[in-house]
Nanobody, 121 residues
Framework: VQLQAYGGGLVQAGGSLRLSCAAS????????MGWFRQAPGKEREFVAA????????YYADSVKGRFTISRNNAKNTVYLQMNSLKPEDTAVYYC???????????????WGQGTLVTVSS
């Protein structure tokens, strides 16, 4: 599976942004998908995950209620809708795929390149 994330940019605090991750391969619909982020000088951290069918999601406490992960298996794409953005959300965001189809914050085998999100105060 090859992953391509896009949609990052500069946004003011309180604003919204939607990230997309396009996947290649016919097995996309069987994979669990996730979003991670890495802020400057910090370790990569889990953000959100979604199961293979899209009816189960899992979020980090820091984004719960503000971010929404979704997927469109017909388009081989997973999304991350980010609302009420804060300066501390500034990071490079990565999408990832796990062959086991459940929504979990670990065991991801495939990673895309990152897309930078900058939230100004």
């Amino acid at each position: 599976v090859q992953l391509q994330a896009y949609g990052g940019g500069l946004v003011q605090a309180g604003g919204s942004l939607r990230l997309s991750c396009a996947a290649s391969g016919r097995t996309f619909s069987s994979y669990g998908m996730g979003w991670f982020r890495q802020a400057p000088g910090k370790e990569r951290e889990f953000v959100a995950a979604i199961n293979w069918s899209g009816d189960s999601t899992y979020y980090a406490d820091s984004v719960k209620g503000r971010f929404t992960i979704s997927r469109n298996n017909a388009k081989n794409t997973v999304y991350l809708q980010m609302n009420s953005l804060k300066p501390e959300d500034t990071a490079v965001y990565y999408c990832a795929a796990r062959p086991q189809g459940l929504a979990r914050p670990y065991e991801y085998d495939y990673w895309g390149q990152g897309t930078l999100v900058t939230v100004s105060s």
